[in-house]
């Protein structure tokens, strides 16, 4: 079975310039989660989604992070001026919410760097 | 304010011997724990939880202890082998509950020698 499935798997680019990072959740999984790892503050919560709709956004750092879910099988992370202090690993995970509780299944990440 | 605290960055033990990792938490409202394992450049992979109904779980050579008074959980690796080497992170599920919030710890790095 297809896991969790991230693109790009690296992305370098100039501040200033806009950053879209993408993922395909596993199928029938129908909440997806999108995380930044850092070594300051390690794996972070930045939004997460439950049936395409955004529950929690309070851990997007600020209006430059914008994250969109327009079907269930897809889901952008968008970074609209990127800044250097944006560079990190992104995760994005889904899990299904069926009986009991459900673990989270990763990607295997986007590391970002911005210059 | 971490609510999630892995206080040992790294650990290194010996192959076939045990392997003890620690996790404190101060929120007693999380009823729900789970242990990731990352290796390098993949993501973090799902290995044990725990309801905080429990106080052990066991699967395989990988056991998970709560002790709920003290806040405190451990991941028991018995025997230690080199592929076991990784980035072990404690999770917690969040106060949303049903929706699988995970707070996570920042790891321990497990180095198994042969």
């Known amino acids: 079975d297809a896991g969790v499935i991230q693109s790009p798997r690296h992305e370098v680019t100039e501040m200033g310039q806009e950053v879209t990072l993408r993922c395909k959740p596993i199928s029938g999984h129908n909440s997806l989660f999108w995380y930044r790892q850092t070594m300051m503050r390690g794996l972070e919560l930045l939004i997460y989604f439950n049936n395409n709709v955004p529950i929690d956004d309070s851990g997007m750092p600020e209006d430059r992070f914008s994250a969109k879910m327009p079907n269930a099988s897809f889901s952008t992370l968008k970074i609209q001026p990127s800044e250097p202090r944006d560079s990190a690993v992104y995760f994005c995970a889904s899990r299904s919410s069926g009986q009991g509780e459900q673990p989270q299944h990763f990607g295997d990440g986007t590391r970002l760097s911005i210059l | 304010d971490q609510q999630v605290k892995q206080n040992s960055p790294s650990l290194s033990v010996q192959e076939g011997r045990i392997s003890i990792l620690n996790c404190d938490y101060t929120n007693s409202m999380f009823d729900y724990f789970l242990w990731y394992k990352k290796y390098p450049a993949e993501g973090p992979t799902f290995l044990i939880s725990?309801?905080?109904?429990?106080d052990k779980n066991e699967d395989g050579r990988f056991t998970v202890f709560l002790n709920k008074s003290a806040k405190h959980l451990s991941l028991h690796i018995v025997p230690s082998q080199p592929g076991d080497s990784a980035v072990y992170f404690c999770a917690a599920i969040g106060l949303e509950g049903s929706q699988g919030n995970l707070i996570f710890g920042k790891g321990t790095k497990l180095s198994v020698k042969p």
């Open positions: 725990i309801s905080s109904i429990k």
